[in-house]
């Protein structure tokens, strides 16, 4: 599978969103996290990221491992509905693009 990772958190883009071509993107309220049992890791989202959220499971960054087992929680038990088309980002998206350690501000 792919992994959305902490860029994503009060970014949120959704650039990801329209190139998925089986719909595995699962919105939160600051965030998206993938489907696992979806995503076919074809890593067209990759590129589409301004902020290089995304991950095929393999080559997610050490101190970002626990976005694994979040992106399966946060699609399973928080109920995560489904998003397939871009939205406008947040209004402030872009002061909190080059922040690290946001995952305290991940909202579920
Ligand atoms: Fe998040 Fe990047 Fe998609 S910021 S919503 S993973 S384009």
Redesign the pocket.
Request: negative net charge.
């Given at each position: 599978t792919h992994v959305?990772t902490e860029?994503?958190i009060r970014?949120?883009?959704?650039?990801?969103?329209d190139v998925c071509p089986v719909d595995c993107f699962r919105e939160g309220p600051n965030?998206?996290v993938i489907d696992p049992d979806e995503c076919i890791d074809c890593a067209v989202c990759i590129p589409?990221?301004?902020?290089n959220?995304?991950y095929a499971e393999e080559d997610v960054p050490p101190d970002q491992l626990n976005f694994i087992k979040l992106n399966v929680e946060l699609t399973q038990a928080a109920g995560w509905k489904s998003i397939t088309k871009r939205k406008e980002p947040p209004p402030d998206a872009d002061e909190w693009k080059d922040k690290t350690g946001k995952l305290s501000e991940l909202v579920r």
């Open positions: 959305v860029s994503c970014c949120k883009y959704t650039d990801c969103v965030m998206l589409e990221c301004p902020v959220a995304i």
